[in-house]
Every structure is written in structure tokens, then in C-alpha cells.
Nanobody, 126 residues
Framework: QLQLVESGGGLVQPGGSLRLSCAAS????????IGWFRQAPGKEREGVSC????????IYADSVKGRFTISRDNAKNTVYLQMNSLKPEDTGVYYC???????????????????WGQGTQVTVSS
């Protein structure tokens, strides 16, 4: 069974940067697209980004385009989310998830994913 562990969250000032990591172990890690989601207190979970199995296709939520970059290193079984120019509205728990397929088909929808990590807290505040 695929297991996902997020790290890299923390407290950062507005305008700052963080890099989240999603480390995976288990069967066929490199067969899945990987996505990042976030959930702020009192709000619904939101799809942030997704990267295909090969890494040649990515999608982003409009709210993070131009500021966040997703990447993957299949040799290290790790997916990264580089977050720059952070805003207070980026605050929330960030989760990585393994898509049911190799592509980011419906990549912003939680039902498209089969495995989830436990999440890492990101707080953007002065």
C-alpha cells in the first residue's frame, strides 16, 4: 500500500517561501500522478496542484499560478511544492495525495485520488 508523508510546513511571513516535500513508499509509487491539496480552518479542501507520473504535465489552481511550482524526483520517491510570495490566504493544512492514474485527470478533485498523507501545517502571518 502506498504511504505518503508530508514535511516542510511551518510559520512564514507574507512574501516568504516554503518548500513542501511528499515522500512516498509502497507499491508502484512511480505509476501515479501526485497532487497537493490544502484546507484552511472553516473552509473546504482545495486542490492546489498536480503533476503527472512522468512530470511533463502539471496543473495549478488559479490562486497559486505563478507563485507555486510542483516537481517530482522519481528516483527519490519525492514530490515537491515550492511556494513563493506566500500570502495569509495560503494558510492551511497541506496534503499530498496519489492519483488513481498516471495523469492529472480531474486533478483538482479529491475523489480522483486513492491515497493521502497526514498533512503539514503552513501558516503565513506577520
Amino acid at each position: 500500500q502506498l504511504q505518503l508523508v508530508e514535511s516542510g510546513g511551518g510559520l512564514v511571513q507574507p512574501g516568504g517561501s516554503l518548500r513542501l516535500s511528499c515522500a512516498a513508499s509502497g507499491f508502484a509509487w512511480d505509476s501515479n500522478a501526485i497532487g497537493w491539496f490544502r484546507q484552511a480552518p472553516g473552509k473546504e479542501r482545495e486542490g492546489v496542484s498536480c503533476i503527472s507520473r512522468s512530470g511533463d504535465s502539471t496543473i495549478y489552481a488559479d490562486s497559486v499560478k505563478g507563485r507555486f511550482t510542483i516537481s517530482r524526483d522519481n528516483a527519490k520517491n519525492t514530490v515537491y511544492l515550492q511556494m513563493n510570495s506566500l500570502k495569509p490566504e495560503d494558510t492551511g493544512v497541506y496534503y499530498c495525495a496519489a492519483h488513481r492514474t498516471r495523469t492529472c485527470y480531474h486533478g483538482n478533485e479529491g475523489d480522483a485520488y486513492a491515497y493521502w498523507g497526514q498533512g503539514t501545517q503552513v501558516t503565513v502571518s506577520s
